[in-house]
């Protein structure tokens, strides 16, 4: 009996943890779309209750390995690529003060590709991904130089679905 719990148990936890991802993901409405959803024919050309999805990947420092969160991450938005032809994803690396800034540059680089990879892995063709990388420019904390801020080691993957 106790087996049984476990397998159903088992076959849940997928399910959990995409709908613990989903409420991680901040959704946005840009202006000029809100305005036009108050059309009638605008409302009906989008999928329903995604204009965009913002996620990120938070990394170790000086690593650009995806641990289980982010590789949790990255199914995700591969299934919402795969089930929305107009989607577009966009991959910016992003790193702290710790460091020289042409090394943090780098490290960036290596971080957004090694989610553009994950992603294009598992399917999401690479002509819907725009990949760049900031190094220290743009933190999300800002800090001192050589404050190793876990805020700042970040991927940032927005989904964006675009009007049919």
């Given amino acids: 009996m106790m087996d049984g719990l476990r397998r159903h148990l088992r076959g849940l936890a997928p399910i959990l943890a995409i709908g613990l991802l989903a409420s ?3 959704e946005t409405v840009p202006p ?3 305005a036009a959803s108050l059309a009638p024919q605008a409302a ?7 204009a965009s999805a913002w996620y990120q990947v938070l990394f170790n420092t000086n690593s650009s390995a995806i641990d289980e969160r982010g590789r949790m991450i990255v199914r995700t938005v591969a299934y919402v690529v ?3 032809g107009t989607t577009r ?4 690396g992003k790193t702290d003060r710790v460091g020289a800034p042409p090394a943090n540059l780098a490290l960036t680089q290596r971080r957004a590709e090694a989610i553009r990879d ?3 892995n598992i399917g999401v063709p690479a002509a819907r991904i725009d990949t760049s990388w900031l190094g220290e420019g743009k933190p999300e904390v800002t800090t ?3 404050v190793a801020e876990p805020r700042n080691r970040v991927v940032d ?4 679905q675009a009007p049919r």
């Fill in 157 to 160: 993957v927005t989904v964006v």
């Fill in 144 to 146: 001192a130089d050589d």
């Fill in 82 to 84: 795969a089930n929305d």
């Fill in 89 to 92: 994803v966009t991959v910016i």
């Fill in 24 to 26: 991680c993901a901040q």
């Fill in 44 to 50: 009906t050309s989008m999928t329903p209750h995604l």
């Fill in 32 to 34: 000029t779309q809100a």
């Fill in 118 to 120: 994950a992603l294009v």
